[in-house]
């Protein structure tokens, strides 16, 4: 029986595992999305939330929900406010008619959606079903200032807070931050996170604080266009410069705002577009997502950075280059964000971030726009919405469907969507980049 039994398990060494899985997967697309509102929702529940983006969802795809065979959630703080833990996912869909499939649950800080998007195209591509849902939903605003603050203090390593200090500190330490340029009221932890690495840019590439507004300048302005932006307010270098200090170079404008909302995208394989009739006009292609997470890595050696990394991967599984891009969304959780990925993604030379966003490259009409939503800043920055919010902004640019905020012409779009903190770094990343079907 050994004998037969050996014999029976004979694998051709010269053919590669992996090759008939590759012939047979089918292109990925996206034919649904919606969005909330950002912004303060005291009357809206995280359920009522994802039920507003769902439907929308649902609405934009001409899909009934019958045709959902897995669901993806990801949301971050519901415990924390809420404390309902464990089954959030199943707590939000199955009210809305969404039940008797798999639905799984995803918890990964500000990237929480675009865990679930990426399980979602990983669960197409494996052939486990044909038409998937992926949402992220989160309520964040609270009367209880402390509670609401503290809600980011373990999106680090909890049991090294001081080792996660003492890296931070060694960042940018020529840069000294004048008197009077830290706030004495609460703000997010995370703030003096992206002033550390900010500090950092300015230290390595000479970055200035006024480019740094030049960012938030531009996220403000592209975001009164925006109908479902949290701020639809301009606001100008010198008054961005002016507002009040949090923690140095960051001022007010420059940092995302505490947010509640919701967003969600149906995905489907090549044969679901045809078996459900799917409007492939309106059909937007996912030529790559991509997760890693962090590395110890030191300091300065950026080469390694998770973000880099993650792009390398997402540019080689998409076959495209940096400079076909068209329009980019990046996690701007404050303006130091927005840079610091822009940088990572090698859409440009480096070092050229903070000039480029100076001359008003990086603006709606440039040469490379970067946040036509109005970013983090100025949309909205509900943690656990946020990825497929960008996504939602990249998949209307695409479409032709964003009015006064249309980059003319865009094909091809590239996001960028980091969370939490490891030593230097985001913990994770997700990049995905995109197409016109």
Request: hydrophobic fraction near 40%.
């Amino acid at each position: 029986m050994g004998n037969r039994r050996s014999a029976s398990l004979k694998f051709d060494p010269i053919t590669p595992l992996h090759k008939d899985i590759e012939t047979a997967m089918e292109n990925i697309y996206i034919v649904g999305a919606g969005m909330t509102p950002f912004g303060r929702h005291m009357d809206k529940s995280v359920k009522q939330l994802t039920a507003w983006a769902v439907e929308d969802a649902l609405k934009d795809a001409n899909c009934d929900r019958k045709a959902i065979r897995a669901a993806f959630f990801g949301n971050t703080t519901q415990g924390h406010f809420d404390g309902q833990h464990m089954i959030r996912g199943q707590v939000a869909l199955l009210p809305l008619g969404i039940e008797g499939i798999p639905i799984y649950n995803l918890e990964g800080a500000c990237a929480s959606s675009s865990h679930a998007f990426n399980l979602a195209v990983m669960h197409l591509r494996a052939g486990a079903a044909d038409v998937a849902l992926a949402v992220g939903a989160e309520k964040m605003y609270s009367d209880d200032k402390a509670k609401m603050f503290s809600c980011f203090e373990s999106a680090w390593d909890i049991e090294t807070f001081e080792a996660n200090k003492g890296y931070l500190s060694a960042m940018g330490k020529t840069i000294v931050p004048p008197p009077g340029s830290q706030s004495e009221k609460p703000y997010s932890p995370f703030m003096d996170v992206y002033a550390a690495l900010g500090r950092g840019l300015m230290e390595r590439y000479g970055i200035t604080q006024r480019q740094l507004a030049a960012v938030s300048s531009k996220n403000h302005g592209h975001s009164v266009h925006n109908e479902r932006s949290q701020y639809r307010k301009p606001m100008s270098i010198e008054e961005i410069l002016a507002a009040p200090a949090i923690t140095y170079p960051l001022t007010m404008p420059m940092c995302s705002p505490i947010s509640d909302g919701a967003a969600a995208a149906i995905l489907c394989t090549e044969s679901a577009m045809k078996k459900y009739g799917f409007d492939r006009s309106r059909a937007v292609k996912v030529l790559a997502t991509v997760v890693r997470s962090a590395s110890a890595r030191d300091a300065l050696d950026y080469d390694n950075g998770c973000t880099r990394q993650a792009a390398k991967d997402a540019f080689e599984q998409a076959g495209v280059a940096p400079g076909e891009i068209d329009v980019v969304e990046v996690h701007d959780a404050t303006a130091i964000g927005e840079l610091l990925t822009f940088e990572s993604l090698g859409l440009r030379e480096p070092g050229m971030s903070g000039i480029l966003a100076e001359r008003g490259e990086t603006s709606i009409g440039g040469s490379i726009p970067v946040n036509p939503s109005g970013g983090l800043e100025s949309k909205g920055h509900p943690i656990g919405a946020t990825g497929i919010g960008q996504i939602f902004e990249l998949v209307s640019q695409l479409r032709g469907e964003c009015g006064a905020r249309q980059v003319e012409g865009a094909r091809l779009a590239i996001q960028g969507n980091g969370a939490g903190l490891w030593r230097v770094e985001e913990a994770t990343e997700h990049i995905g980049i995109f197409a016109r079907a």
